[in-house]
C-alpha cells in the first residue's frame, strides 16, 4: 500500500457512516453491478465501490460515470482515478483486473465537494451500463427513509439460526436456536491457558435481531479472557473468507492492548490472528510476532476508527490466504488502517509486511481479552462467513 497522488493507488482516513447507493438497470440483462458507498462530512468524502461483473469473464476493467454536482477526486486507492469535469474513470490495477462471471472487486477514492453530494445515478463497466434500479437519494444524498436496503440478501436456508442479511452463499448465525443460558452446538466456551472471571452467556434481552446475542463479560487482565469458539461457520478450507458481525458494548477501547475475535491460523503453528484494539482503536494483531495493523504510531492510529459503544455495530473484514491481504469495514465504510493490499505504507502495514504470511484460519472465537487495563461487556450478533462479502 502506498500513499500517492490521485490516480494511483492510495489508502487514506474515514470519517462516519458509510450508505450504499446502486445504479439503474439497462432494459437489457444487467452486466454489472455497482455499491457505492458514501462516508461525507462539511466538505468532503470518501467512497467504497464495489464492482460485480454480471457479464462474461473479463480480464481487466473501466467503471465510468459522471458526478452530479461538482465533486472533484482528489486520491485513491486499488484503482486508477481520474477525472475530467464531471466524468470519471476508475481503472483496474494489475492484480484486481480479471473477474469471471458473478466475481467482484472494490476500490476507493477521496474528494471534496460543496452543497449536496448526491451519488451518481449512473455507471457503465466497460461500456455497459450497470445495476438494478437507484435507491432514490434525499439533498443530502443520503436513502430517503421509505428506500429498502440496497444491500440487504436474501436468508440463508442452510443454517438452523439464520440471521437477517444473510447471503445464499453464506454460513450465518444469529443465537436464536440456542435455548440454553450458556453457548451450546457448534459453540464452546473456551479460556485458553488460563480462567477467571470472564464469562459468556446466550443473552434473550439484548439482540440486533431476532431475541438472542452472545454476550460476553470481558474482565481487564489476561487471566479473564473468554471467548465463544465455532468452527462449523469457516466451513470448508478456502483461501478467502468474509466475516460478518454484528457488535455492541458498553466501554471505549482502551490505551491497552485488548482482543474481540480470534482466529487460529494453522500455517503459522496455530497462532492466533487477533481482532480488537489498541490506543483507542481497532487493530489486527498476529499473534506470532505482535506485529499490528495499524503501526501503533499516532498516524497509523488515526487511520483506524474507535468503535462506537452502546450501539449496534456492523464489523466486516476480508482474509485473502492466497495473498495475505486484509480489508475491513465499520458500518459499511472501509476502514483505510485495517487495509493491508501488499505493498508496505509507513505507519499502515510495513511492520505487518515484515515477513511473508498467508493465513490458513481454522476457527472463529468471539469474546474479550485484556492484556493489561480495560474490562468490557460485548453483545455479538447476526454471525455470517461467506466466500464473497455479505454486507451488512
Not at 473456551?190 to 470481558?218: E, F, M, V, Y
Not at 505482535?290 to 462506537?308: F, I, M, Y
Not at 493489561?372 to 455479505?390: E, I
Amino acid at each position: 500500500m502506498r500513499l500517492v497522488p490521485v490516480a494511483t493507488v492510495v489508502a487514506l482516513a474515514g470519517a462516519a457512516l458509510g450508505v450504499a447507493v446502486l445504479g439503474p438497470v439497462q432494459a437489457a440483462a444487467p452486466t454489472c453491478d455497482v455499491t457505492w458507498t458514501a462516508n461525507s462530512w462539511n466538505t468532503g468524502f470518501t467512497a467504497d465501490v464495489k464492482v460485480t461483473n454480471l457479464g462474461a469473464a473479463i480480464t481487466s476493467w473501466t467503471l465510468a460515470w459522471d458526478f452530479p454536482g461538482n465533486q472533484q477526486v482528489t486520491s485513491a486507492w486499488n484503482a486508477t482515478v481520474r477525472q475530467t469535469g464531471a466524468a470519471v474513470t476508475a481503472t483496474s490495477v494489475g492484480w484486481n483486473g480479471t473477474l469471471a462471471t458473478g466475481a467482484s472487486t472494490s476500490f476507493g477514492f477521496q474528494a471534496t465537494y460543496s452543497g449536496s453530494n448526491s451519488s451518481p445515478a449512473t455507471f457503465r463497466l466497460n461500456g455497459a451500463t450497470c445495476g438494478p434500479e437507484p435507491v432514490p437519494t434525499d439533498a443530502s444524498g443520503l436513502p430517503s427513509p421509505s428506500s429498502p436496503s440496497p444491500s440487504a440478501p436474501s436468508p440463508s436456508p442452510s443454517t438452523s439460526s439464520s440471521p437477517a442479511n444473510c447471503s445464499t452463499t453464506a454460513r450465518c448465525d444469529g443465537f436464536e436456536s440456542q435455548a440454553g443460558s450458556v453457548p451450546a452446538g457448534a459453540w464452546a466456551v473456551t479460556s485458553p491457558d488460563c480462567s477467571g472471571t470472564g464469562t459468556a452467556a446466550i443473552d434473550k434481552t439484548i439482540a440486533h435481531t431476532g431475541g438472542t446475542s452472545l454476550r460476553i463479560n470481558g474482565a481487564a487482565g489476561y487471566c479473564n479472557h473468554v471467548f465463544a469458539r465455532n468452527t462449523d461457520l469457516l466451513g470448508a478450507a478456502t483461501s478467502t473468507r468474509y466475516i460478518r458481525y454484528w457488535v455492541r458494548h458498553t466501554t471505549a477501547l482502551p490505551a491497552a492492548h485488548v482482543t474481540a475475535v480470534a482466529m487460529a491460523d494453522a500455517n503459522d503453528g496455530g497462532k492466533d490472528l487477533r481482532f480488537g484494539g489498541q490506543n483507542g482503536a481497532l487493530q489486527f494483531n498476529r499473534a506470532s510476532d505482535d506485529a499490528t495493523l495499524p503501526e501503533q504510531s499516532p498516524a497509523g492510529v488515526a487511520l483506524s476508527r474507535p468503535l462506537p459503544v452502546n450501539t449496534w455495530n456492523c464489523v466486516e473484514f476480508k482474509i485473502d490466504g492466497a495473498n495475505g491481504t486484509i480489508e475491513t469495514w465499520l458500518d459499511g465504510t472501509l476502514v483505510p488502517g485495517l487495509v493491508e493490499d501488499g505493498t508496505p505504507t509507513h505507519d499502515i502495514d510495513s511492520q505487518w509486511l515484515n515477513r511473508t504470511w498467508r493465513p490458513a484460519l481454522t476457527d472463529l472465537r468471539l469474546g474479550w481479552e485484556s492484556y493489561g487495563d480495560g474490562a468490557d461487556t460485548l453483545w455479538y450478533d447476526d454471525v455470517a462467513v461467506s466466500a464473497t462479502r455479505n454486507g451488512c
